[in-house]
């Protein structure tokens, strides 16, 4: 069976919401340059081959135009660089570290941020946005000294993009402090390459992490295997008496064949011999697990609302099976949200994309929740019986989860205050910002609706705080507030 990529695809937010400040900023990045519109840009560049062939000092040499309309340098990876935004001082760092000889002693990843060891004695340290190494730092006296990137920085950012070819339209933008604007992070970088593949392309040593524990690899085999899994099954449900039956036991090669039981060989092999193991992680890396595991639990909230439009079409089910009613649905999908919480955290650091999707997902449950501000019992054409007392939560599921949620202590899954928002308030302002429109056209909604002040406040303080991250381009209109 192949790697469900097609379905992967299927996860991409639709629609179009009405012009918004953030679709504003949007087209005025999209009016940047595109570098491959002109034909004469290696010109203006400047860019001069190197004369020599073979060794370490071959390949294209770096230089840059003097033109203050367009001051651009191009590295090692052939990509071109903007360094408008940089100091005389700082565009010579990169220059030079572009175009310098380094080698890396060995990279590994720690305690999720990644460090490059360098020759050089210095050490190159890249993050996720909410660390410490949100931007790249160096152990080198420059970058101590000086308090902005060293030759060290900038020569990695450029040979990492060595491995894949740059897809960004855009020029990517130098910034003094080693990020990169109109680019993915560093880290986001790394981490969707993945580090092991990254470094053996590029030739650096890594430096090898303590092998799982055997529970560890154990749940590691469940979940690349379940990805495979068409049912919807999630690696926790897969085939747990294939998994529980594993004793620990070292096997030899003949030990691990299972008779007419393919599958149960793997798993047997992937948890004896090391080589097996690497090479079925390399076909279905972390972020494919997480991409599969969101698009499972994204299917699971379609399905919920399905079941409950058909309880209020047909009325319930002849068997003594559990009614799929308001109170029910709004149970599954909560713990879904929770679900999504704890997949993020538990296989972080992930790439950018695997985040995305994410809170692409509750973006999208918490737009579909608002459309169903309605008594889903008004218009049935079957005899129901009206519980005594019955909460209007219980007959209308936007107000179950949003417009006032009951505090009842047999919820199936940690109550969260906020629906939603409590999830998406952990994104990095980066990962979610594309979603602000939406989350706009929310605002709008529970407005119009009625919700607590207290989800009202946190909706806003989270689109203010995206708003914040990209002041530069906002035009400054004020969105409509509960008075």
């Known amino acids: 069976m192949s790697i469900p990529t097609k379905q992967l695809q299927k996860l991409q937010i ?5 012009t918004t400040r953030s679709q504003a900023r949007r087209e005025q990045r999209e009016q940047t340059p595109d570098p491959s519109s002109t034909q004469g840009m290696e010109q203006e560049i400047g860019i001069e081959e190197s004369g020599a062939s073979g060794g370490k000092g071959s390949g294209p040499s770096v230089s840059s135009s003097t033109s203050p309309e367009n001051q651009n340098i191009r590295g090692s990876s052939g990509i071109v660089y903007d360094s408008r935004q940089l100091s005389p001082a700082s565009k010579s760092r990169a220059i030079e570290g572009m175009k310098a000889d380094v080698d890396v002693g060995q990279c590994r990843e720690i305690n999720g941020y990644y460090a490059f060891e360098l020759h050089e004695r210095a050490s190159v340290r890249v993050g996720p946005p909410e660390g410490p190494y949100a931007t790249p730092t160096c152990s080198c006296t420059d970058f101590h000294d000086r308090g902005s990137a060293c030759k060290h920085i900038y020569w990695l950012l450029d040979h990492l993009r060595l491995v894949q070819s740059y897809q960004n339209t855009s020029v990517p933008v130098l910034v003094g402090n080693g990020s990169v604007q109109y680019a993915p992070s560093a880290f986001e970088y790394i981490a969707s390459c993945g580090l092991d593949r990254l470094s053996k392309r590029l030739g650096w040593p890594t430096q090898q992490r303590d092998p799982p524990s055997f529970a560890a690899r154990r749940d590691q085999v469940q979940d690349m295997l379940s990805v495979f899994d068409s049912s919807g099954l999630l690696p926790e449900e897969y085939k747990p008496e294939t998994f ?8 030899s090669g003949e030990e691990c064949y299972v008779a007419s039981e393919l599958e149960r060989t793997l798993v047997n092999l992937a948890m004896n011999d090391d080589a097996v193991f690497k090479a079925l992680r390399e076909v279905v890396p972390p972020g494919l697990c997480a991409l599969v595991y969101i698009a499972k639990l994204k299917h699971r909230a379609q399905s919920a609302i399905a079941k409950l439009d058909e309880y209020c079409t047909h009325g319930p089910p002849d068997n003594n099976r559990t009614p799929t009613d308001v109170a029910w649905c709004a149970r599954s999908l909560r713990a879904l949200v929770v679900q999504t919480s704890k997949c993020l955290n538990s296989r972080a650091p992930l790439p950018a994309e695997v985040s995305s999707r994410a809170a ?12 169903r501000n309605k008594d889903v019992y008004e218009d049935i054409d079957w005899v129901r019986e009206t519980p005594e007392h019955e909460s209007e939560a219980n007959r209308n599921l936007y107000v179950y989860l949003i417009g006032n949620p009951p505090h009842s202590s047999g919820l199936s899954a940690p109550k969260q205050d906020h629906f939603v928002i409590d999830v998406l308030r952990g994104f990095p302002p980066a990962t979610i910002s594309q979603l602000t429109e939406k989350l706009e056209g929310i605002f709008e909604a529970i407005s119009d609706h009625g919700a607590p002040e207290g989800y009202v406040q946190a909706l806003d303080q989270l689109i203010e705080r995206l708003e914040g991250a990209t002041a530069s381009s906002v035009s400054g209109q004020k969105r409509r507030r509960v008075g």
Request: with cysteine.
């Open 244 to 251: 529980t039956n594993i004793t620990g036991v070292p096997l």
């Open 14 to 18: 639709q629609g179009r919401m009405p």
């Open 360 to 371: 692409g997902f509750l973006t999208e449950l918490l737009q579909l929740i608002c459309t």
